[in-house]
Nanobody, 124 residues
Framework: QVQLQESGGGSVQAGGSLRLSCTASGYADRYCMGWFRQAPGKEREGVARISRRGGIDYANSVKGRFTISEDNDRYTLYLQMNDVKPEDTAMYYC???????????????????RGQGTQVTVSS
């Protein structure tokens, strides 16, 4: 059974950078992995996703600012956040889809496992 643990969140000023990490433990085929966020009173938003088949997708709100990547062993997932904005403030969660036919599209994000989340707060 796979478990996910996020780290790297914190407080940052607008225009700054943060790098989130997600470490996977336990064995399972994770065909798609990604990040989503949720701010108080708002719906969950898919942020970025990466597929074992090589595809990557981003939400329009973060394109050009955030980059998703993973280690070659695929046990650590990253989200590099540059030029952050106050509207990026949210709890960020790492997720994994164990289905071989998972979609890389963030607007159709579905997952089997997620982490506990790490808070990102951006001040203006």
């Amino acid at each position: 059974q796979v478990q996910l643990q996020e780290s790297g969140g914190g407080s940052v000023q607008a225009g700054g950078s943060l790098r989130l990490s997600c470490t996977a433990s336990g064995y399972a085929d994770r065909y798609c992995m990604g990040w989503f966020r949720q701010a108080p009173g708002k719906e969950r938003e898919g942020v970025a996703r990466i597929s074992r088949r090589g595809g990557i997708d981003y939400a329009n709100s973060v394109k050009g600012r955030f980059t998703i990547s993973e280690d070659n062993d695929r046990y650590t997932l990253y989200l590099q956040m540059n030029d952050v904005k106050p509207e990026d403030t949210a709890m960020y969660y790492c997720e994994a889809d164990l289905q071989p036919l998972c979609t890389v599209r963030v607007d159709r994000q579905a997952y089997n496992v997620r982490g506990q989340g790490t808070q990102v707060t951006v001040s203006s």
